[in-house]
């Protein structure tokens, strides 16, 4: 900017305006002419500040070399990644998968199935793997692109969390089995003195027999209830992997729910021709949680209503709905907690354990899939699974699974 465009011409010539009516008005020239000079020489400064400062340009483009230092002392595993080629590797990545790593290819510096799958995709994404570094490790493996085939991988140690996973899990398993021999020897006294008609057949000691029974078989289901939660715990890292068809084998797990007293009630819709990786008998577990649930609770008689089809992400969703009472919004969130009831006396009346929801929200995320649960009070409850669909090309094994497949009752 030029020193002409910044005098102020109008300043100026407002004082020397003001100059000229003061000579007219009679005031002392002397005082006219130093008011002029004051008015001038403030207007003159006031433009003579200090000089504009100079435009520093920043160069915004990506480096990986600024990464480097950035990333080295962390305590976290990190890896920078140039079309799949490692070229930071920090102190800690150095110390577990070797200090030759950098300039090598991840696939083969890390040399796991899923870890491979993750890089080939070439996209943001998360796996977990075993073994990484010891037989018994796992590790999560969080990779994230940042810019122009450039990718952040962070690993993260998850071994800890899967060992007190573990110790749960056999104290369970332990504690079940040690309470199922006792209780196996109670059911069998109490059938034996039922059917003895020696001092034993007045109505008090019926109906305390029948009280014992019937809360000696609520124990047996509690226990391979908890039995059946530890057994997905223990194998929730572990990715199903038969090949499995789900028109039948939703249709047989939901019969074998309903059984021949509710088949009636049963509405089978099961149009979607879908296939998943999974255990079939964990999938039929909770089919069958599912169903007898809501032929439990909903409206004695009314119609539960089982469906198969595809949603909108094309997934597999299996989806059953009854005609209930419906629960509260406010309940909703805490279904899927262990020994949760939306209504104690009647699940217990009923012969819920309280962990049947649990169980089908374990096996479900163990297959990499999501539960929802929506209901409207007076009209009844939704619930829906949507799995992974099986990949096009495990399609020419699924003949030997369906050979092997029970055949549907």
């Known amino acids: 900017m030029s020193l002409r465009d910044t005098i102020p011409v109008a300043g100026i010539m407002l004082a020397i305006v003001t100059f000229v009516a003061m000579l007219m008005l009679g005031l002392d020239p002397i005082i006219s002419l130093t008011v002029l000079g004051v008015w001038i020489g403030s207007l003159m400064l006031d433009i003579s500040g200090a000089p504009e400062p100079e435009r520093v340009v920043v160069d915004q483009s990506f480096s990986v070399d600024s990464m480097r230092k950035l990333l080295e002392n962390s305590s976290t595993p990190v890896l920078v990644t140039e079309k799949n080629t490692i070229a930071i590797a920090n102190a800690a990545a150095r110390r577990i998968l070797g200090q030759h790593m950098v300039g090598q290819d991840a696939r083969v510096a890390f040399r796991q199935p899923e870890a491979i799958a993750l890089f080939n995709k070439d996209r943001s994404g998360r796996a977990i793997v075993r073994g990484l570094v010891r037989r018994q490790d796992i590790w999560e493996i969080n990779r994230q692109t940042v810019y122009r085939g450039v990718a952040v991988i962070e690993l993260i140690n998850q071994t800890a969390e899967a060992d007190i996973s573990r110790a749960h899990t056999d104290f369970v398993a332990n504690a079940s089995h040690e309470l199922r021999t006792p209780l196996a020897a109670i059911l069998g006294y109490v059938e034996t003195l039922s059917e003895s008609n020696d001092s034993l057949d007045s109505p008090t000691s019926q109906k305390f027999l029948g009280i014992i029974e019937r809360e000696g078989k609520r124990l047996q289901s509690l226990i391979s209830d908890l039995m059946s939660l530890s057994r997905v715990e223990a194998e929730k890292h572990d990715l199903p992997t038969d090949l499995i068809e789900l028109p039948g084998m939703v249709e047989r797990a939901a019969q074998d729910a309903a059984g021949p007293n509710r088949a009636e009630q049963l509405v089978l819709s099961l149009s979607a021709e879908a296939k998943v990786r999974g255990d079939r008998q964990q999938l039929e577990q909770v089919i069958r949680n599912l169903v007898d ?59 819920g354990t309280g962990l049947g929801l649990a169980i089908v929200k374990h096996i479900v995320e163990r297959h990499r899939g999501r539960l929802e649960i929506d209901s409207d009070l007076g009209k009844g409850t939704r619930v829906s699974v949507r799995l992974p669909l099986a990949e096009q090309g495990d399609s020419a094994k699924s003949g030997a699974v369906a050979a092997n497949a029970d055949p549907i009752a």
């Open 293 to 351: 649930n809501a032929l439990k609770y909903g409206t004695p008689g009314s119609p539960v209503n089982v469906t198969l089809d595809r949603s909108r992400d094309s997934q597999a969703r299996i989806t059953v709905v009854d005609q209930g009472e419906g629960i509260a919004p406010d309940q909703l969130p805490h279904l899927t907690r262990r020994f949760y009831r939306t209504d104690p006396g009647r699940s217990r009346a009923s012969g």
